[in-house]
């Protein structure tokens, strides 16, 4: 699922966006297709013998299945995963009990976005091996892409009690405390699996938002040039620069950040929007009216903004109806991209998580500089 950034109808843009968690704590596979990789699921039972016609034995047949692993292990490394599938099967199947091969078969499975077969061989894995610490993060990532928090975070926190290290727990199990409103709690580990990916684009944008939820902007604005430096989604990261970058009423450059993530109209109507719910009327007016005069089709949203804009407007200088409180600005959910041990990628058609946190107003005072001539001289134009 593409994360998109949450918005009130009436309300543009200004939202945090998470991003997928691709790459977390595990090696990317690229190569090959679902359709050749299904092919060897389905065929694997032809994989077993090489045609010797000696019926082989059960000491011979797990002595074989060890060989199998190995020799997938060693395909696995050098980023062959159908020849590494086509050993983890044979070896499966020689040895059903062989944790390490259901679990390499699995989390194969798990990167090639075919969940529903991989769950058999994680739930075998387990089974057969509780101190798995790969096999709990992988099922983890199941859980998570289907929407199952709760039992998505016992099996992270199973996965670092075993094995510290995994990043790729310890991101996705940080989304669910940034959810679940524990920015103190995400950030720990976040820090924590940057130690083990330095140049994760996508986790510098989820540190971010953490940061920009326990009210350091400074330090969530740097998390995310990190991430655009990294690689991450640029609009989205853009976007939640934009907002950290409002917070600290540096609003220069958070008009250059919201016209990177979207265009100049967009970053007039964000900016307007945002300057509206900190009661600096004059200008958010004036910033409303250029998203329409730079793009007059772009927003019908705009337009509505800049209806509640002026209403606002009024009522500060009480000329319209008894005060009300603006619609608070929401903030999206992580994608659900998810990642096995052994060579993670995203499982589509994942169900998002929506958050109901909101970021508190800022009590940074407007510069002065951010005020067009215009405005200060309160030649406002009505738009009409």
């Not at 655009?228 to 008009?255: H, K």
Request: glycine share 10%; aromatic share 6%; hydrophobic share 40%.
């Amino acid at each position: 699922m593409t994360a998109r950034t949450a918005t009130h109808p009436a309300l543009a843009l200004l939202a945090l966006c998470a991003l997928l968690l691709a790459g977390c704590g595990a090696q990317q596979i690229t190569r090959g297709s679902n359709l050749s990789l299904m092919e060897r699921y389905h065929s694997s039972k032809d994989l077993l013998h090489d045609g010797e016609g000696v019926e082989p034995t059960p000491q011979a047949d797990a002595m074989n299945a060890q060989e199998h692993l190995q020799r997938g292990l060693v395909f696995l490394s050098q980023d062959r995963p159908e020849l590494a599938f086509e050993q983890f099967s044979r070896a499966c199947q020689l040895d059903p009990k062989l944790a390490e091969a259901r679990y390499q078969r699995g989390a194969l499975l798990v990167a090639r976005g075919v969940p529903i077969e991989a769950r058999a061989d994680i739930d075998a894995a387990l089974s057969l091996a509780p101190d798995n610490a790969r096999a709990w993060e992988t099922a983890g990532m199941l859980s998570f892409a289907e929407g199952n928090l709760t039992e998505a975070k016992s099996r992270f926190e199973r996965a670092l009690t075993l094995d510290p290290r995994l990043a790729g727990a310890a991101s996705h199990l940080g989304a669910i405390h940034n959810y679940q409103g524990q920015p103190d709690k995400a950030l720990a580990l976040f820090v924590r699996a940057l130690e083990q990916m330095p140049r994760s684009g996508e986790l510098h944008n989820n540190a971010g938002i953490a940061q920009a939820m326990l009210g350091n902007d400074a330090a969530a604005v740097d998390h995310f040039r990190a991430a655009i430096t990294y690689g991450a989604p640029g609009s989205r990261v853009w976007n939640n620069m934009g907002l950290s970058l409002c917070r600290l009423g540096r609003y220069d450059e958070a008009f250059e950040a919201f016209r990177n993530a979207g265009g100049e109209a967009a970053a007039h109507n964000n900016l307007g929007v945002y300057l509206s719910q900190q009661g600096e009327h004059a200008l958010a007016l004036y910033h409303l009216q250029r998203a329409l005069e730079v793009e007059p089709r772009y927003y019908a949203r705009a337009a509505e903004n800049l209806k509640r804009a002026r209403l606002a407007a009024r009522i500060a200088q009480g000329q319209g109806p008894a005060a009300t409180t603006a619609v608070p600005l929401p903030m999206s959910g992580p994608d659900t991209g998810v990642t096995g041990a052994a060579g993670p990628g995203p499982i589509p058609g994942a169900p998002g998580v929506a958050t109901p946190v909101t970021l508190p107003p800022s009590s940074t005072p407007l510069k002065a500089r951010a005020t067009p001539a215009a405005v200060r001289e309160g030649e406002l134009r009505d738009g009409k």
